[in-house]
Structure formats: structure tokens, C-alpha cells
């Protein structure tokens, strides 16, 4: 595909990117992101719409309800962007990070909202299961190449015994781990002496991203391959190959090895900028992948759209 030097990709965040608060403005603002709310929760059987805009905080950290959570945020925000007159470049490509995909899929007019929400809803409760609460870590190491990190990642494991992987290749110098929770700790143990800048475990419910996602893929394989899709109206650069993906053929299978494989964000961006993306917009809840971008392309523009304020700018 032959594209201009300054043509848009459309991203989308994944879970950490949620907070109590998100979509209220939006949805009081605009019918677009009212109507997206109010299909979630008729979808899904509960109020999603109240647990954004009021919490609980305890319960929208829960996997199960952040996963639905952050794709409906992320489509009521494109929605209300879609609909602004006059209309926003399309995108050449979309794509998202892990969760966010999802989200992508349904902005390329690969996957209805309604059963994006549903495969999100049992993809969070199957990797809540997948690894008993306390077994399993996941930690940020910052300041240490690709190689460094694998070699520590590498040398935890067969240290302490147990899985210890690369999980989500974020950015040069960031690059965050995943398995047993003895094999990380001894992982942040090996960082911080082999000069990290930062290795910091995360505050997560469960190592995704990881082999021992392993029972969430067998559980998810069957509803992603019965769910209804047609292939992408854009091309979707997937996590697992850094590649675009333009059939339902190949979505559905780069969805089922997304949960237990690595996230390769740098690789995605770095691949979109060299076939003439110039400019990100981050749509969906927080600024972390424009963040992100910064480090991995200082070239490309970034915007991030989550509130009114930001569409009306």
C-alpha cells in the first residue's frame, strides 16, 4: 500500500488506562456516546455505564468489568469523534494495545460492539481464572535493551523454576515481564543489579500476556471462532506478529494467541509509521500509548481524545 507521509492511525488503549469518572462528561455531552453505554448494558446484563461514571473504584478494577469498561469507552469516544463535523481523516490503519484490539476491531467494521463487549467480558474472567490470585506477577523494566531483558527474563526461570517471559514490548527501554510470581521477583532482583534504570513490580490481578494464560486461550478459542466478523474495512496491525491483519480469518486467530502471547506495541507503531502514518490518535480512555509513541517514533504527532474538551480541540 502506497501512503502519503502524514496519514492517521486510529489507537486504542488496554486495561490500566480505566479510571471512575471515564465517559460521564462524554455521555452527558453527546447521544453517540449515550447510545454506546446504554448498549452495554443491555448486552451485558448490568449497569457498566454506572460502575464508569461512579465506581465502585474496587469493582472496576476487576478484570471482568475493566475489559468491558475500557472497549465501551473507547467506541463511545470514537463514536462522538466520527460524528464531529466536519469529519476526521481515516484512518490508514488501526490498532490497539492488547485489550484495546478489540476496540480496533470494531472501528475497522470487523466486530459488532455488542459482541466485542461479550467476548471482553469472558476474555477478563477467563485470565482472572487462569492463574490462582498471588501465584502469578507481572513488573516494568525500564532502562534495559530487548536482549538485556530476555536474558533476565531467561535466567529468573531457570533460577527459581516456573514461567518468567516477555509480555509487552512497550518501547525502547520499557518492556514489561510475566509468569510466576518467585520468577519475577527474582527477575527485579536481576535487573536492578544488571542496571536497569527502574524494575518495578505491577499491581495487577494476573501475569497475562504469558504461557500460563495457556487455560484462558482454550477457554477464549472457541468464542472467538464462533463469534460473527467480516474482514477489516482497514488494515488492523495485530499484537502478537506486529502486522497487519486484513481478513476475519486472520483476526480471529491473532485474537486467540494475543492472550498468551507477547504484546509487540514498539514493532506495531514502528511498522505504522514506515508505510507513511505521520500522526497517532489515541482514542479511549487516558494518554499511555501517546506516551508511548513519543519514545518509539519522536517523529510522529500524537493527540489523545477522551473528553469533550478534546473533541472540541
Given at each position: 500500500?502506497d501512503?502519503?507521509?502524514?496519514?492517521v492511525?486510529?489507537?486504542?488503549?488496554?486495561?490500566?488506562?480505566?479510571?471512575?469518572?471515564?465517559?460521564?462528561?462524554?455521555?452527558?455531552?453527546?447521544?453517540e456516546a449515550?447510545?454506546v453505554f446504554?448498549?452495554?448494558?443491555?448486552?451485558?446484563?448490568f449497569?457498566?455505564?454506572?460502575?464508569?461514571?461512579e465506581?465502585?473504584e474496587d469493582?472496576?478494577?476487576l478484570t471482568?468489568?475493566?475489559?468491558?469498561?475500557?472497549v465501551?469507552?473507547?467506541?463511545?469516544?470514537?463514536r462522538?469523534?466520527?460524528a464531529?463535523?466536519p469529519?476526521?481523516e481515516?484512518?490508514?490503519?488501526?490498532a490497539?494495545?492488547?485489550?484495546g484490539e478489540?476496540?480496533a476491531l470494531?472501528?475497522?467494521?470487523?466486530?459488532e460492539?455488542?459482541?466485542?463487549?461479550?467476548?471482553v467480558?469472558?476474555?477478563g474472567q477467563a485470565?482472572?481464572?487462569?492463574?490462582?490470585?498471588?501465584?502469578?506477577?507481572?513488573?516494568?523494566?525500564?532502562?534495559l535493551?530487548?536482549?538485556?531483558?530476555a536474558?533476565?527474563?531467561a535466567?529468573?526461570a531457570?533460577?527459581?523454576?516456573?514461567?518468567?517471559?516477555?509480555?509487552?514490548?512497550?518501547?525502547p527501554?520499557?518492556?514489561?515481564?510475566?509468569?510466576a510470581?518467585?520468577?519475577v521477583?527474582r527477575?527485579v532482583e536481576?535487573?536492578?543489579?544488571?542496571?536497569?534504570?527502574?524494575?518495578?513490580?505491577?499491581?495487577?490481578?494476573?501475569?497475562?500476556?504469558?504461557?500460563?494464560?495457556a487455560?484462558?486461550?482454550?477457554a477464549?478459542?472457541p468464542?472467538?471462532?464462533?463469534?460473527?466478523?467480516a474482514?477489516p474495512?482497514v488494515?488492523?496491525?495485530c499484537?502478537?506478529?506486529a502486522?497487519?491483519?486484513?481478513?476475519?480469518a486472520?483476526?480471529?486467530?491473532?485474537?486467540?494467541?494475543q492472550?498468551?502471547?507477547a504484546?509487540?506495541?514498539?514493532?506495531?507503531?514502528?511498522?505504522m509509521?514506515?508505510?507513511g502514518?505521520g500522526?497517532l490518535?489515541?482514542?479511549g480512555?487516558?494518554?499511555?500509548l501517546?506516551g508511548?509513541a513519543?519514545?518509539?517514533?519522536?517523529g510522529?504527532k500524537?493527540?489523545?481524545?477522551?473528553?469533550?474538551?478534546?473533541l472540541?480541540?
Amino acid at each position: 500500500m502506497d501512503l502519503a507521509t502524514n496519514s492517521v492511525a486510529y489507537v486504542f488503549p488496554g486495561q490500566g488506562s480505566q479510571r471512575v469518572g471515564m465517559g460521564r462528561a462524554l455521555a452527558s455531552a453527546f447521544p453517540e456516546a449515550r447510545a454506546v453505554f446504554e448498549e452495554a448494558d443491555d448486552t451485558l446484563g448490568f449497569s457498566l455505564s454506572r460502575l464508569c461514571f461512579e465506581g465502585p473504584e474496587d469493582e472496576l478494577q476487576l478484570t471482568a468489568n475493566t475489559q468491558p469498561a475500557i472497549v465501551a469507552m473507547s467506541v463511545a469516544v470514537l463514536r462522538c469523534y466520527l460524528a464531529r463535523d466536519p469529519g476526521p481523516e481515516p484512518p490508514a490503519f488501526v490498532a490497539g494495545h492488547s485489550l484495546g484490539e478489540y476496540s480496533a476491531l470494531v472501528a475497522a467494521g470487523a466486530l459488532e460492539l455488542a459482541d466485542a463487549l461479550r467476548l471482553v467480558r469472558a476474555r477478563g474472567q477467563a485470565m482472572q481464572q487462569a492463574v490462582p490470585v498471588g501465584e502469578g506477577a507481572m513488573a516494568a523494566i525500564l532502562g534495559l535493551s530487548l536482549e538485556d531483558t530476555a536474558a533476565v527474563a531467561a535466567e529468573a526461570a531457570s533460577d527459581i523454576g516456573g514461567v518468567c517471559q516477555l509480555a509487552n514490548l512497550n518501547a525502547p527501554g520499557q518492556i514489561v515481564i510475566a509468569g510466576a510470581a518467585g520468577a519475577v521477583g527474582r527477575a527485579v532482583e536481576l535487573a536492578d543489579e544488571r542496571g536497569a534504570r527502574r524494575a518495578i513490580p505491577l499491581p495487577v490481578s494476573a501475569p497475562f500476556h504469558c504461557a500460563l494464560m495457556a487455560p484462558a486461550r482454550v477457554a477464549m478459542e472457541p468464542l472467538i471462532r464462533d463469534v460473527p466478523m467480516a474482514d477489516p474495512e482497514v488494515p488492523v496491525v495485530c499484537n502478537v506478529d506486529a502486522a497487519e491483519v486484513k481478513t476475519a480469518a486472520a483476526a480471529r486467530d491473532a485474537l486467540v494467541r494475543q492472550i498468551d502471547g507477547a504484546v509487540r506495541w514498539s514493532e506495531s507503531v514502528a511498522l505504522m509509521s514506515s508505510r507513511g502514518v505521520g500522526r497517532l490518535v489515541e482514542i479511549g480512555p487516558g494518554k499511555v500509548l501517546s506516551g508511548l509513541a513519543r519514545r518509539i517514533e519522536r517523529g510522529l504527532k500524537v493527540q489523545a481524545v477522551a473528553e469533550p474538551e478534546d473533541l472540541a480541540a
